[in-house]
């Protein structure tokens, strides 16, 4: 399941620290959602491995959610080993962008800043400055692109261009504050576009509906111009691939 994240009542920072569970000797933190809709608990695992989550109905507790987690660790852990292994940013390995693969191309005679040519990303620089180098590059390129998809689906949706930031959460793909400021995970941009352009139209789609109705999924059908299932079973199936590079 995608964890589409709803309109934020209070900024990240403010939120309590979300309770911790052992699996398998790992510490995992336990995020719970109540939902006026769920009529039984789910489960299921953060990208990036980083924490259980539980949306759950508005009556039940969080102890119950937390038992709920116990009873299945078996699962957790065996969701925990299929994670594809961390991988380090060096010369001649592969990047993905955009869902495309770029070969990275380290030389001192090649510009400092990233270039994309012929399937190489061409980078220059200090060698030991590269992943830092060219994660900043993925961004500028994530905030470049998302700002003209923002603007697009909300010329289409008929609302103002709210205030977009990128974000390095490591449990969400998007989210809509209370202010109507839009935020979009960066690593998005080694999505395919469609993917990417698919979580725009999400949070676009909260200006307008604060909630998952289906008024809200009516309008995300009219927003987006490709297939809001095939970008959520990407996400669900290559999603946490996302989270190999770059910590």
């Known amino acids: 399941m995608i964890d589409w994240l709803r309109r934020a009542a209070e900024p990240e920072a403010a939120q309590a620290p979300a309770p911790v569970v052992n699996v398998a000797g790992r510490a995992l933190a336990v995020e719970v959602r109540r939902l006026r809709q769920a009529r039984r608990m789910t489960l299921r695992l953060a990208p990036d491995g980083s924490a259980a989550r539980v949306s759950m109905p508005t009556w039940a507790r969080t102890a119950d959610a937390l038992a709920f987690v116990r009873e299945r660790a078996d699962w957790l852990a065996a969701q925990l080993d299929r994670l594809p292994p961390p991988l380090d940013l060096a010369p001649g390995c592969t990047l993905p962008f955009r869902g495309d693969v770029l070969t990275v191309s380290w030389d001192t005679r ?134 190999r590079l770059f910590g």
């Open 110 to 243: 090649n510009p400092r800043r990233p270039v994309v040519d012929d399937g190489a990303l061409l980078v220059g620089g200090p060698v030991e400055q590269l992943p830092a180098r060219v994660q900043r590059w993925l961004a500028a390129e994530a905030l470049r692109l998302c700002t003209a998809d923002l603007a697009h689906y909300c010329a289409r949706a008929g609302v103002a261009v709210p205030p977009l930031g990128l974000s390095s959460a490591k449990r969400r793909w998007g989210s809509c504050a209370s202010d109507g400021t839009i935020r979009i995970n960066w690593r998005l941009i080694m999505a395919p576009d469609a993917v990417r352009r698919s979580v725009v139209a999400h949070e676009v789609a909260h200006l307008v509906h604060f909630d998952h109705s289906p008024a809200f999924h009516a309008l995300l059908a009219q927003l987006f111009e490709g297939s809001v299932t095939a970008a959520n079973r990407w996400l669900k199936a290559e999603g946490r691939g996302l989270y």
